[in-house]
Structures are given as structure tokens and as C-alpha cells.
């Protein structure tokens, strides 16, 4: 088969900030790219606190979804070919997971294939302050080709609401996946 759009895996785990998750579904969509989504147990909770939309809405966002017991899924091979993975938000759980190869559900396992498949692999940590536990799993992501990328507002672009902060933020991650939106504001353009 040949693969004639970009694939992106998207996870969202159960720290705040789901916008971000859902913000990456739709920009994902708007460009084009094809989109494969996990979401973990606290991702649903965070979904039902922080959000309006119900666990069909959010799946209906993504062109593929799958439950995060399925570790048989596509997304859990090598062989499935993707741009990336994305995951945002990312709790401290599913970063330290990540880490140190815990693959223990779906989104750890695929997030454990795109390391290993030398693939783009953004985690959107949302935690603080930090633990030195944090800071190593961190580093051990970063030692193995991960990027992470705690979603930090840009004043600079003066943005007129939250939503302009989660855009820049995801259209960032985006960037760093190799996905262009051509609408994201740039420094000095």
C-alpha cells in the first residue's frame, strides 16, 4: 500500500490541557493529514472536566481511533508508517512510561515504536514545577530522539484570547512534526 497522505498518531493522557489534543485533531484535519487517535483512561476523565464534548465528539475528530487495551493495533508497529506522534497533553505518567519503555498500554506502546523507528515523537508535558524524577525522564526521552515540549505561551504575538495561545502552542508541535500551517504566526514574518 502505498501511503498517499501524512499519518499522524495523536495521544492525549490525562494531564490538563486537552485543548491541545484537540487543537492538534483539528489543525491536523485542516491540512490534510491523516489522523490515528488514543486516548487513555485519564484523558477521558480529563475530557469530561475540561470540555463540553462527549468521548463520540472527540473520536469523531480523528480519522482512526483506538482503545488504549488494543497494543495488537496498527499504530503499535513499526511497519505502519507515520510522520510522528504527538502527544498532548502528556502527564508526567505517560512521559515517565515513554521513558523507560513501559509500554503498558497503546499510546506508551506506539509512543515506544516511534522511538525505535527513529520517528518525531513531541510530548506536550504539562506539570509543575518539577521533580528531579521529571527532569530525568525527561532526559531519557530526549536521549532517545523524543523532543519534549511543555506547551509555553508566546506573548510576544500578543494573543487576544486562549484560544491564540493553544494555536501557537499546537501549531508549534505541528512544526516540529513536519506539518505546515500555513496561518500559524511566526516571529519577524
Known amino acids: 500500500m502505498t501511503v498517499t497522505e501524512p499519518r499522524l498518531v495523536v495521544g492525549i493522557s490525562g494531564a490538563t490541557g486537552i485543548a491541545y489534543g484537540i487543537r492538534a485533531l483539528e489543525l491536523a484535519r485542516k491540512v490534510g493529514v491523516q489522523t490515528h487517535l488514543v486516548v487513555t483512561p485519564a484523558g477521558q476523565q480529563t475530557r469530561a ?3 463540553e464534548l462527549s468521548a463520540r465528539d472527540l473520536a469523531a475528530m480523528a480519522d482512526v481511533v483506538y482503545r488504549p487495551a488494543d497494543i495488537g493495533a496498527a499504530i503499535a508497529s ?3 508508517r507515520t510522520a510522528g506522534m504527538l502527544v498532548a497533553p502528556c502527564s508526567i505518567r505517560t512521559l515517565s512510561a ?3 519503555a513501559n509500554g503498558d498500554n497503546l499510546l506508551t506502546r506506539a509512543a515506544d515504536v516511534t522511538l525505535k523507528e527513529r520517528r518525531r515523537l513531541v510530548l506536550m508535558v504539562r506539570e509543575t514545577p518539577l521533580t528531579l524524577g521529571h527532569l530525568r525522564a525527561m532526559t ?3 536521549e532517545m530522539g523524543g ?7 508566546a506573548f510576544y504575538l500578543r494573543p487576544n484570547n486562549i484560544a491564540d495561545l493553544v494555536d501557537h502552542s499546537v501549531g508549534r508541535a ?3 512534526l513536519g506539518i505546515e500551517l500555513p496561518d500559524l504566526p511566526r516571529w519577524g514574518e
Open 78 to 80: 513499526g511497519s505502519f
Open 49 to 51: 472536566y475540561e470540555t
Open 174 to 176: 505541528l512544526d516540529l
Open 147 to 153: 523532543i519534549v515540549m511543555p506547551p509555553v505561551p
Open 140 to 142: 531519557a526521552v530526549t
Open 98 to 100: 515513554i521513558a523507560y
